[in-house]
């Protein structure tokens, strides 16, 4: 079982930026694809953005693309999303996830997805 756990969540303000970490101690991450998903209050979690196995591709739900980027450090075990121009309604829990296969090709699914962390806040205040 690998051991996925995020960082960087906090309250800001509409308009500014967060950064989000997702941190593993296991090396064999850098053969999967990484994904982050969000839940909000009463509503089912959604896809946010995956990015391969190797760094060299990604994919962004609609309501993000633009304002939010991922990235991988595969030195460092390390999946990123960068948060920018934050909006009220981008206010959940933000978890990553580790592909259930290694490779393959990016998913929006969640039953692709076999390990989550444990998830982060982030709260935008209007």
């Known amino acids: 079982q690998v051991q996925l756990v995020e960082s960087g969540g906090g309250l800001v303000q509409a308009g500014d930026s967060l950064r989000l970490a997702c941190a593993s101690s296991?090396?064999?991450?850098?053969?999967?694809?990484m994904g982050w998903f969000r839940q909000a209050p009463g509503k089912a979690r959604e896809f946010v953005a995956a990015?391969?196995?190797?760094?060299?591709?990604?994919y962004y739900s609609d309501s993000v693309k633009g304002r939010f980027t991922i990235s991988r450090d595969v030195a460092d075990n390390t999946v990123y999303l960068q948060m920018n121009s934050l909006r009220p309604e981008d206010t959940a829990v933000y978890y990553c996830a580790l592909a259930r296969a290694a490779y393959g090709t990016l998913s929006a699914q969640r039953y692709d997805y076999a390990q989550w962390g444990q998830g982060t806040q982030v709260t935008v205040s209007s």
């Open positions: 296991a090396g064999a991450i850098r053969l999967f694809n």
């Open positions: 990015i391969n196995w190797s760094g060299t591709s990604t």
